[in-house]
């Protein structure tokens, strides 16, 4: 990794843990059948791809899972408590770490991320660590449902690229995702796949950073 000028880190379960298993469960108990296929990490009801993009609102994705669960009683709070049931939070030193990246290196946030999920992890941010967002940890950040376009469409691997002129042969990018990761390589971008229990203070422990 001599040659590599500049990383593009993936949000969750690279910097922020996720808890698939805690998730299912939870939209289980909403009312949801047969939640693998409903939301998983690798499979998705297609509701959670337009989230994602920004094309439907927090009310219409809210009003999708009320007609999906069957239910006129379901509240939104408990929508949102369902869904954000995935959102654990930040390992200790994880944002240092950054830090001291981003001292030596040019790097990048590129998350697929929903609006109900951003307000709730920036309120974590502010309350668990005093941070208004993630914009002081990387150079620049970009947010699915901000974007319009989301991974594995290498077209957001593109406009990451050319936005900021970086090389592809310099460019790292993690993700815990293989299909995200295979969208990179054909870019001729870097690619480390993130899989538990390894992380990233893992990873950048042999590094001189």
């Known amino acids: 990794m001599d040659n590599i000028k500049n990383i593009i880190f993936d949000y969750g379960n690279v910097i922020f843990t996720l808890d698939f298993e805690k998730s299912k469960h939870a939209w289980k108990s909403l009312g949801i059948e047969n939640t693998e296929a409903f939301y998983g990490h690798n499979v998705q009801d297609n509701i959670f791809d337009k989230f994602e993009k920004g094309e439907i609102t927090p009310k219409e994705f809210r009003s999708f899972v009320k007609n999906k669960v069957k239910s006129k009683t379901v509240t939104d709070e408990e929508i949102n408590k369902t ?3 995935l959102l654990v939070g930040i390992a200790p030193g994880n944002h240092e770490l950054l830090l001291k990246i981003k001292q030596k290196y040019r790097t990048f946030l590129l998350s697929n991320i929903n609006a109900i999920h951003y307000d709730h992890i920036h309120r974590y941010l502010k309350d668990e660590f005093g941070y208004e967002n993630n914009n002081h940890l990387f150079e620049k950040t970009y947010y699915s449902h ?12 593109q406009q990451v690229m050319e936005e900021n002129n970086l090389l592809p042969s310099e460019t790292l990018f993690i993700d815990d995702s293989p299909q995200h990761i295979e969208s990179a390589k054909k870019l001729g971008i870097n ?3 993130m899989t538990a229990p390894d992380n990233i203070q893992k990873l950048f422990s042999t590094w001189d950073i």
Request: aromatic share 16%; glycine share 6%.
């Open 83 to 85: 869904w954000n049931s």
């Open 146 to 157: 901000l974007v319009g376009k989301r991974k594995p469409d290498i077209n957001i691997f």
């Open 191 to 193: 690619t480390y796949l």
